[in-house]
């Protein structure tokens, strides 16, 4: 008797040990087994819905599109009546799918102020297409085949503070465009940029150049190892001291790292530039300049584990250079609701490309900026190598799916297509009570400058005053860069206690559009760094 319950006693400790260390490295959860494509580019939508797309020239997906959807297809395309985009609903998990009429293969895409996805280029009959999905029940994507001026494959997208789309590059393209077309002269027109020739190499380890807007509204432009800082309205390089990113690393694709904009501090600006926040950018992972065709030849490269920052607005730029604890190629960087950074996805080995990646990764890593803290996470069972994306949702999960290094669908390789999601619960999950934000009380359309007070529950008595507000921009996400991620944290007056739970956070909304474009956001109030939900508002 007292050894069977010895055996139940310390079965429950190991489980409690077990829960007790997931907790606080993270958890993972299957969402769908299969949406019926596989997840290469992904976008949240203000909905609480999230916009899925593949490529439509590589095969029979595993969702039918309906019959009167079917005859649509362009006819130089072979007859396909599988889907290759789907809507899948965060809040009832169901999945819709959707008619994308020409190839998406490799794009960019960008949420518009209003809310609607405009998506850019692609291969073949959908290089020059500007497609948009406006949230709506049963909205589907409208095409405008000729919305570009030229074909942008492997192009970056960045929102610009007038609201409208900078689409930065693609393959053989050392140029730029404005998306969406207006009546304006400007709009029809290429610009140049020489820089995005100047940095290509033999294998054009440039492509998806990292774009990331600085708080003085100029074009942070980062492609192979070099920087600029560019004025795409005078068409003009306005900093090119930047020093080339040590580690004789490729950074961009097929050399695929990653890179965010750390979160944007609105209560102290001390820039040495102006009045304007500090802008730092941060970039881990990548390979070396030859991983590619050292892979195609049978030979996988270790991926780099260095990381640098670089304050892009310091009088004297340097990259202050970091070491993450796992080597990555292909890896996603995500901004959390805390504004630490989650690693996730990629390859220890090889490069980007069919075929040509390693070693999954399978530990995600938080990085906390404050700190330079590397940690690793509990590892996930699937492989998401090449062709897989990550996002934030607004419960403060990280949604991840895709990973296709084949030519076609198909099951049984190395590295199956995937179609399956899954969702990842970081730490702060488990970390106790998360506040919780009045919402009958929140106002949702906010403006520049605008003191904007937010109440919010709280469980916990302690540390009232460790209270923060973020604002997250939903990224676009597709070869481990997710464009127009962005986070601000908010200038907080003062926190006021009405009762014992219940607090109110007097705050300031972003100053200008350089610093938050216009646009949808998620909200959230941070509490000893755990995260209420995210609230959508919106700001114009
Ligand atoms: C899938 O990959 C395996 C292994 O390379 C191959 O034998 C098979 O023919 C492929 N199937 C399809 C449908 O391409
Ligand atoms: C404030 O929250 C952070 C987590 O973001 C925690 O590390 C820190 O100890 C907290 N400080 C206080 C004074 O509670």
Redesign the pocket.
Known sequence: MEAKYAIVFSALIFSLFIIGETATTGSWKLLKKSIGISAMHTQLLPNDRVIMFDRTDFGQSKILLPEESCTDISPDDKIDCSAHSVELNLLDRKVRPLTVFTDTWCSSGSLAPDGMLLQSGGSGTGQRAVRTFRPCANCDWTEDQKGLVVPRWYASNQILPNGKVIVVGGRGQFNYEFIPKSSLPSDFKVFALPFLRETRDAVENNLYPFTHLSTDGNLFIFANTKSILFDYINNRVVRNDYPVMPGGVSRNYPSTGSSVLLPLKLGSINSTIGAVPDAEVFICGGATPNSYISAIKGTFLPAAKSCGRLMITAKEPKWVMEEMPIERVMGDMLLLPTGDVLLINGAKKGAAGWYLGREPVLNPVLYKPESSNFELMQPSKTPRMYHSTAILIADGRVLVGGSNP?S???????FPTELSVEVFSPPYLSSGPRPKINLAKLKTEISYKEPISIGFVSKKKEGIENVSVTMVAPSFNTHSFSMNQRMMVLKINQVRQVTRNYHVIDCFAPETPNIAPPGHYLLFVVQNGIPSRGSWMHIS
């Open positions: 084949n076609n669908y198909n099951f049984t390789e190395m």
